[in-house]
């Protein structure tokens, strides 16, 4: 097992601490030096251990500030960390910036030659390339003007194409995979799905969801520079969107509390899904809700997510002509989707209460979940039920 | 298929062992290291170079002949004034190849050493974002500063074809341990001010005026045996001799200015010039190292700290 897949990255006890200077200059420094610290420091990692098979494919996610992008560069080798170390092997490329190293007065062609080297290329190597990434680009008539007079989008564009022609056993992705128009940016995603098939490592960076759950067979989590979780893309990201739902309440909290004393005005008790045996396709949602102080309008908004965090669908009461209650105390109340034919996984149920102007009173992200289960025929996100049919003896 | 190119591609890595990154090694057993990745990049290295060449020229019509304007300004403005007008030029036979000489010396470590201070904050994007040898930003800029170094050479010796000076003597051995004292020097301080500039911004200013202090401190528009007379081969002709720049432009001159040993009984360098040269290149060789391995003690931080 360990010549199938041999560790590409190991992480070894990895701290960072930032100290940020507030005084630049000399002048400054001189001014200060009598003062005991003019410095803050804070930790950006805390002593992170991770070891990456060759060929998988790892999520790093987490809020901003979580160091996420500071540990791509560790690995990278563009920071190096304060304590610990990080053992490589093989060919990495980081694609940390499109387009690092181009200078806007060279023409395409000479800022294609100097990317590649800088990505580790040698000049025979991109000669090969050369008509690859070229055609990779789709700008082939611009190729020897020089880029300053390029659109954002060509930039980007053949700064990535050059990048993914690098032949890379380790890709270092950050937040760049979204670039250039629709047919391009499939463009990408096809490559990075070759990248894969080829047993290259891909670590990325990213903020979307859909697109870590997507492309990633492993999440690492990070909060606040030490690792929360790491391994199935799935709870990762339901741990990632926790934490991002505590950052939420705990901000709203913050923002209400001086004012409302705490308690929303509507606030969600309990949900619950409910598969119903006889019709696997009836879902049912159960809501209680406490009511504390009624204002003049009050609903619920429900949406169903995949545990990757695809949206699928999303509703509210105030598209329907339904009448709610509204009066003090605790009210149930059910939502039936008859017919709701998703394909086999988890699923996720968000709930907010709030108002017609837009005010939420209370949100719970993933209040309840429920699980499809297996399809007959097929799989996918929707779950269709074809029939076959065969026409005989046409030319009997 | 895939899957035989992705057991492939495992099986290579395989072979391959594990080598750390980022641990910062000792101060004198990295160096090795430092200098297997700095070679590995030299490919890199010639394309940085001729970028800055290309990019510096760029859309501009005299393109690279704009590399000799300013040291000819400048020699015709030390030939007229100091020259001329303030009679240098009766005592220095062929004051114009004199100055000119010194000059391309000079314009040499002068431009290795600012454009090198400046070097690492002006790729910051590249520094930040991609892992690479830091030093061949600096040394990028030496690269640069040899090139129009060579334009002015090859100028320079036209113009002693033309005048009947070419210094065909066994004094133009000097010529090459004074480029060498010349480059080492320059290429250690834009190594070790390109890393500490990162730090302290002051340093580019810093430079900046102290090349105009060096400038005076060596004997370009004024020969040795000005300072020789003045200070009659006491203790501070000696610390003045001490500046390695000032013993590379006396070895230019000694080898390239025919005049200052056929027409001139003045003592226009040490006559142990060369045995300091060579002094000078050993130490050299030293000093860049040093300077090499602070810059790769600093250079760790480079990526947070532009």
Known sequence: MTTLHPTIVSVQGVSKRFVMHKDKSIKERLVNAAKPKHADEFWALRDIDIDVEAGSTVGLVGHNGSGKSTLLKVVGGIIQPTTGHVLRRGRMAALLELGAGFHPDLTGRENVYLNAAILGLSRSETERHFDAIIGFSGIEDFIDTQVKFYSSGMYVRLAFSVAVHVDPDLLLVDEVLAVGDEPFQRKCMDKIAEFQSEGRTIILVSHSAEQVGALCDRVVVLHAGEIQHDGDPANGLRILRAGYEADRKQSVVAETEPTAGGVPEYYLRAAETVISNSARDEVTIQLEVEINDPQPSWGVGLSIETSLGMKLYSMTTFESSVALPNTRGRHRLSVVIPDLRLGAGQYLVNVGLGDQAGRTFHRVAGATSFESPRDDVGHGLIRLSPRFQVSEGLHG | ?306
């Open chain 2, 1 to 306: 298929m895939a899957g035989s190119i992705s057991s492939e591609r495992a099986r290579s890595l395989a072979a391959q062992p594990l080598e750390a990154f980022g641990r910062s090694e000792g101060f004198v057993r990295g160096t090795t290291q430092s200098y297997r990745a700095i070679w590995a990049q030299r490919g890199l290295l010639s394309l940085l170079v001729k970028r800055e060449l290309r990019a510096r020229y760029k859309n501009s019509a005299l393109g690279i002949l704009w590399s000799l304007v300013r040291p000819l300004a400048q020699l015709l403005i030390y030939y007229f004034a100091i020259g001329q007008i303030l009679g240098v030029a009766r005592s220095i036979p062929n004051f114009a190849i004199f100055v000119f000489v010194g000059l391309t010396a000079w314009t040499l470590f002068t431009e290795i050493v600012s454009s090198g201070t400046s070097s690492i904050i002006s790729n910051s994007g590249l520094v930040k974002k991609v892992y690479l040898p830091r030093e061949i930003f600096p040394l990028s800029s030496v690269g640069s500063a040899l090139f129009s170094f060579l334009v002015q050479f090859v100028i320079l010796i036209g113009a002693t074809l033309v005048l009947g000076q070419f210094p065909w003597t066994a004094n133009l051995a000097t010529a090459v341990p004074a480029f060498l004292v010349i480059l080492l020097y320059g290429t250690g301080l834009a190594i070790l001010l390109g890393g500490l500039n990162v730090y302290f911004r002051d340093l580019e200013h810093l430079v900046e005026v102290a090349l105009v202090v060096l400038f005076w401190a060596s004997p370009i528009v004024y020969s040795f045996s000005y300072v020789h007379k003045f200070l009659q081969g006491g203790i501070i002709e000696q610390i003045y001799l001490l500046n390695p720049i000032t013993l590379g432009v006396l070895g230019m001159q000694k080898a390239f200015w025919l005049s200052g040993s056929r027409d001139s009984t003045a003592l226009n360098w040490p006559t142990d010039i060369d045995l300091r040269l060579w002094i000078a290149l050993a130490v050299g060789i030293v000093f860049v190292w040093l300077c090499q391995r602070v810059f790769s003690r600093v250079q760790g931080d480079f990526a947070q700290e532009l």
